[in-house]
């Protein structure tokens, strides 16, 4: 699928891997929306875009402010890619099934970690989707869109007191290929990304020596993900037409520990 004149929606694209993407799909030529619960930061990001970007506040979780996103992309143009970014782990859902004096985990805090990543998730594509599907193929191989989510290393081997959080993004994992098999009659390809440590602005506010003990445990290179790398494995996964029900780890071959 080609960037260059094609509109993506961008969600999460106010902050850290979300922004970076909008930066780089921006900078090779796409039109792009940033949808965002933060409004602010959202505007921020389309104003320093320019023209062809917009931001649209609201939550994946919501069907009517996803679909009021999707609808301001067809007003730019062929909605012909959905980076699913926004989500993340919440101090709530963090803890073991069961604590050491015998408390099991708060069933709130899994649901919402489970409905902010996994359910939000499948919203965005499931609405991307519908809109990409009226579009008429893009190119010879009768292509209409891509879509690209992002789960996270912990869907495979989440550590002690990820179970919330290691659940949704595994339930975003299994997706990807289930989305790209049910797509696959409308020209729709999904792929997903699976981050390792990136070094987005919240590990900026964390202690140097937290940051140095995990990127210690990076075997190469030995240093937070950048999040413009993310963004150029989100471009291949666009580009490259045969990458269908794809995860790619991104991680400088870290695989966690279980603490
Ligand atoms: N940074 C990492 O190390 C890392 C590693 C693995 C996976 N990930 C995943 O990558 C994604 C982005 O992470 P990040 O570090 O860039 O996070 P971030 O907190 O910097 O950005 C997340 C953005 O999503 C937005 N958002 C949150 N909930 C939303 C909602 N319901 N509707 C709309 N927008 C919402 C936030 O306002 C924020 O702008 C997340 O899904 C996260 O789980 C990150």
């Given amino acids: 699928m080609e960037i260059d004149g094609n509109v993506a929606l961008v969600t999460g694209g106010a902050s850290g891997l979300g922004k970076a993407t909008a930066r780089y799909m921006s900078s090779r030529g796409a039109k792009v929306v940033i949808f965002d619960r933060d409004d602010t930061k959202a505007k921020e990001v389309a104003n320093e875009l320019g023209a062809g970007a917009v931001a649209v506040a609201g939550s994946i979780l919501d069907e009517v402010e996803t679909q009021a996103a999707v609808d301001a992309a067809a007003t730019l143009g062929d909605l012909r890619m959905v980076f699913a970014i926004a989500g993340g782990a919440t101090a709530a859902s963090a803890?073991?099934?069961?604590?050491?004096?015998?408390?099991?985990?708060?069933?709130?805090?899994?649901?919402?970690?489970?409905?902010?990543?996994?359910?939000?998730t499948f919203n965005t594509l499931r609405l991307g989707a519908a809109a990409m599907a009226k579009l008429d193929p893009a190119n010879d191989d009768g292509e209409r869109g891509v879509i690209v989510n992002t789960a996270s290393i912990a869907g495979y081997e989440g550590q002690i007191g990820q179970v919330a959080y290691?659940?949704?993004?595994?339930?975003?994992?299994?997706?990807?290929?289930?989305?790209?098999?049910?797509?696959?009659?409308?020209?729709?390809?999904?792929?997903?990304?699976?981050?390792?440590?990136?070094?987005?602005?919240?590990?900026?506010?964390?202690?140097?020596?937290?940051?140095?003990?995990?990127?210690a445990k990076v075997p190469f290179p030995r240093r937070f993900g950048k999040p413009e790398e993310f963004a150029a494995l989100a471009e291949h996964l666009v580009t490259n037409r045969y990458l269908n029900g794809h995860v790619a780890r991104l991680d400088g071959a870290i695989r966690f520990d279980p603490k």
């Fill in 95 to 120: 803890g073991r099934t069961v604590s050491r004096n015998g408390t099991p985990l708060s069933l709130e805090g899994f649901s919402s970690t489970v409905e902010l990543n996994l359910v939000g």
């Fill in 166 to 215: 290691g659940s949704a993004k595994a339930g975003i994992i299994g997706m990807t290929l289930i989305a790209a098999r049910d797509l696959a009659s409308a020209g729709i390809r999904v792929n997903c990304i699976a981050p390792g440590t990136m070094g987005t602005e919240a590990w900026g506010l964390a202690p140097s020596e937290m940051r140095e003990t995990l990127e």
